[in-house]
C-alpha cells in the first residue's frame, strides 16, 4: 500500500508489522532479509507526521524499543562474528607455519 493513500495510524500499524518481520528475520540471524525489509520501512518511517493519536504514540514507542532490541543484537552478533574471523585467521597463520616447517 502507498503511505500516501494510508491514514497515519494504519501507516503505524504497517510500520510495526514490517518492524516484527525485521525482529524475526534477525532472531533467524536473516540479516540480509532484515536489512532488506529495513530498507523498505525506511520511506514509511519518513511518512510519519508528527502529530500521533495516544494509540499510534504507543505503537511508534514499541518500534523503538524492537529497534533498539534490534541494535544491541546485531552489535552483539558482529562482535562474535569478528571474534571467530580472527580466530579463524589465527589458525590458518598456524596451519601455513605449520606446513612451512614440515617441508624443511
Partial sequence: MN???MNQTELVERLLSITREIEQAASLADWPEAARLTEARSPLLMSLSAD???AALQMIRRIQAIDEALLADAKTTQDELH???EAAIGRTRAAGQY???ARL
Fill in 3 to 5: 503511505p500516501i493513500e
Fill in 52 to 54: 500521533q493519536d495516544p
Fill in 83 to 85: 571474534t571467530e574471523f
Fill in 99 to 101: 606446513q612451512r616447517i
